[in-house]
């Protein structure tokens, strides 16, 4: 999961059980990114066989038994895709009066789970994150699916179910499945129906937590659902989160396979093991089959690392500021930019681009107005606010053309004590800042602070830190000096140095 693309721009769309109503959503603007009546490709991929063994390693991490490959829906998905090439229209059925109508995609629209994008590549993982989609390819019951993925569709049969496949008692398959580690820490609402609003409060729009969910089976030909009478998830450090449940008596409970979700309310910790557990009785059918049940089990969220926001220069020549950032690989998203100057304020955003393997430079360039074009420094603030993977983080610095020469020479990180030695250009003054970010006791994320006055070129630190900083692998100092406006010679720019405490 945590090697999973980020699903942020996923548009899906819903199958519904057998007597439910039929769901379909997409997002006009990933169609139009599609050009569905673009050029043909030659074949799914990944192919129908390696979806399903997909499929299976997947199902077996769960404790779920094999699916075997249905070539009557392979080539029914494989129908729809091509109606859905010529029409470009979505959802769970075909109008037989428009292009490329059969039967036979007809019935696989209806009986299959659909994406409507670049994630379809991923085979049946393009529906991981989504919980309805989720609990129907890890349906206990599943005995057989087919696959296809072309012209932007992916299709995945998930109605071929056999149930004779029981269980003597009540058996729980959770996902994220016990010890799994890498979960993404958030869900982006992207799913019809749309998990999000059931959330109190909740616009659909604004992401809550990954969502636990949990597939169950017994020993009656049909499970009905469970009825929950408690549940919590809870961090190992800080306070329980806020939860709702759909089980068989919520509206959104047929979506579920007879299965349940914890959906929950903000954003779940980045790195942080969760323990989920649940109480409730399973229904079959009849008014006598009903079972009690208490599952519990454990997953750790992705871990979030340093944002590592770091100006490399920032000068004022010729009424232009150019500054160069650097931040992780990992960042996605827009670094904000507000630069301060003769009693102005200059304030855009940048895209930092697609995450990418090591360091990324971002360059900002910009043309002053008015008195900020006749100045020769200002203060340059620069913010990020993070994505799943990376922290938020700031940054604030002056803007000239003086070198500080801000330098480390020593940094040691021994029994929770930081000792760190370094210099600084002879001319300046002022403090340097230090800033180290980590993981605190009760989850939350921890900020130390610490300063080093500048003397005669020299600067030092001697400080104890907080126990939990060296608790966290992916601690980060950050040392700082702003700038220096009034120095011989001057102005002289903000510059910045860090480093990863975790392995120290």
Request: proline share 7%; aromatic share 8%.
């Amino acid at each position: 999961m945590g090697n999973r693309a980020n699903s942020s721009n996923r548009t899906r769309s819903v199958k519904a059980p057998a007597g439910a109503p039929l769901w379909a959503g997409v997002c006009s603007a990933v169609l139009l990114a599609l050009g569905f009546a673009g050029p043909v490709l030659a074949a799914s991929e990944p192919s129908p066989q390696r979806a399903v063994e997909m499929l299976n390693e997947w199902r077996g991490r769960v404790g779920l038994g094999a699916v075997t490959l249905d070539p009557a829906n392979t080539e029914g998905c494989r129908q729809h895709a091509e109606y859905y090439r010529l029409n470009g229209t979505t959802g769970h059925s075909e109008d037989p009066s428009r292009p490329g109508y059969t039967v036979e995609g007809d019935r696989a629209a209806g009986s299959s789970v659909l994406a409507y994008d670049a994630s379809i590549s991923e085979g049946p993982y393009a529906w991981e994150e989504a919980p309805y989609h989720r609990t129907s390819l890890l349906a206990p019951r599943l005995a057989a699916a087919g696959f296809w993925a072309e012209h932007g569709l992916g299709c995945m049969g998930v109605f071929n179910r056999n149930d004779a496949i029981r269980t003597a008692g009540v058996a729980a398959y959770p996902y994220p499945h016990h010890g799994q580690t890498g979960v993404e820490a958030s869900f982006d609402c992207f799913e019809t129906p749309n998990p999000c609003t059931r959330v109190p409060g909740n616009d659909g729009e604004t992401p809550i937590g990954f969502v636990p969910t949990v597939n169950l089976n017994g020993p009656w030909s049909h499970i009905s659902g469970p009825e929950i009478t408690s549940a919590s998830l809870r961090p190992d450090r800080g306070s329980p989160v806020a939860i709702t449940i759909e089980d068989r008596s919520d509206p959104r409970g047929a979506f579920l396979d007879g299965g349940f979700s914890m959906l929950p309310h903000e954003p779940l910790r980045g790195g942080t093991w969760y323990t989920a557990s649940a109480r409730g009785v399973l229904h079959g059918s009849g008014a006598d089959e009903q079972m009690p049940f208490d599952v519990s089990w454990r997953f750790q969220t992705q871990p979030r690392f340093p944002a590592k926001l770091k100006v490399e220069r920032a000068s004022i020549r010729g009424g232009v500021l150019d500054a160069l950032l650097s931040v992780t690989g990992r960042a996605t998203g827009e670094i904000t930019v507000d630069y301060q100057a003769a009693g102005r304020f200059t304030r855009y955003t940048v895209d930092v681009g697609p995450a990418q393997v090591g360091e990324k430079q971002v360059r900002l360039v910009r043309e002053l107005e008015g008195a900020q074009r006749r100045r020769s420094t200002g203060i340059l603030n620069i913010g990020y606010d993070g994505n799943g993977e990376t922290k938020p983080d700031v940054v604030r610095v002056r803007a000239a053309n003086g070198r500080s020469r801000l330098t480390r020479e020593t940094l040691t990180f021994a029994d929770g004590r930081l000792r760190v030695t370094g210099a600084i250009d002879d001319d300046v003054a002022g403090i340097v800042r230090l800033r180290a970010t980590y993981l605190a006791a009760d989850g939350s994320a921890g900020v130390w602070e610490g300063r080093a006055p500048v003397l005669g070129g020299r600067w030092s630190v001697d400080s104890q830190l907080p126990a939990a900083v060296a608790a966290d692998p992916n601690a980060y100092l950050t040392i700082q000096f702003t700038g220096d406006l009034n120095a011989p010679g001057g102005p002289y720019r903000g510059e910045q140095d860090g480093k990863g405490l975790g392995n120290l």
